[in-house]
């Protein structure tokens, strides 16, 4: 079953409105998790690294005030696309891995489709 | 900064036969990930690979690992149309804590 549960799964809105996912780790605590971005055909590409407690890490050329992010449990992270536009439109993809003992390699959640009409 | 690269981009080829895609990175890394993503979904994954030489197999997929060269291929043996989808490589390090920097992917189509 899935161990990162990811939600909602597609979400169409009108310009301007603020649009929340959510990223929830199920069976493990997650201290840190990742949020990608992938236009169509294109590869994915890492927006932040979320991070329990502390501000996410933005990637370059990503802007911070419009793609606010929150970490604060250790099962769950948020992505806020604020006011959104049409060109926020994409598929946006988290993941988390369990760290420490028994780390294992990521998860992925089942992304979450944006059309901003 | 790392770039990963992957050939071709675009593949299709009839059931039944055999090809390889493959994966360049630009800087050292111990650990390499393949991924499969069917259209409209996320990503499965598909291969870990830890280690210089190492080989991994499920069922027509076969990968492997050069840390020297920097390079993984993703080798398909008779190929069935099961198996069209986009295959992304990507590296990374540190299990669970990493940031992974994904290949160009290849998008392949089987043709029955």
């Known amino acids: 079953g899935a161990v990162v549960s990811q939600h909602p799964s597609w979400v169409i809105c009108k310009s301007g409105t603020s649009v929340k996912i959510e990223c929830r780790s199920l069976?493990?605590?997650?201290?840190?998790m990742f949020w990608y971005r992938q236009f169509p055909k294109q590869s994915l590409m890492l927006m932040a690294t979320?991070?329990?407690?502390?501000?996410?890490?933005?990637e370059q050329g990503v802007e911070k005030d419009k793609f606010l992010i929150n970490h604060a449990s250790l099962t769950l992270s948020t992505l806020t696309v604020t006011s959104a536009h049409p060109e926020d439109s994409s598929f946006y993809i988290c993941s988390a891995g369990r760290t420490g003992r028994g780390a294992q390699p990521q998860h992925f959640g089942d992304g979450t489709r944006l059309s901003i009409l | 900064e790392l770039k990963v690269e992957q050939n071709p981009l675009f593949l299709s080829m009839q059931e039944g036969k055999n090809y390889t895609i493959y994966c360049n990175y630009s800087?050292?890394?111990?650990?390499l990930y393949w991924y499969r993503q069917d259209p409209g979904k996320s990503l499965e994954s598909l291969f870990v690979?830890?280690?210089?030489?190492a080989v991994k197999q499920e069922g027509r997929l076969m990968a492997s690992l050069d840390t020297k060269a920097r390079l993984s291929t993703l080798h398909i043996t008779a190929a069935v149309h099961d198996l069209s989808a986009t295959y992304f490589c990507a590296v990374g390090s540190n299990f669970g804590n990493e940031k992974l920097t994904f290949g160009t992917g290849t998008r392949l189509t089987i043709i029955p």
């Open positions: 069976d493990f605590q997650a201290t840190t």
């Open positions: 690979l830890l280690s210089n030489g």
């Open positions: 979320s991070n329990e407690g502390s501000k996410a890490t933005y």
């Open positions: 800087t050292t890394s111990d650990r």
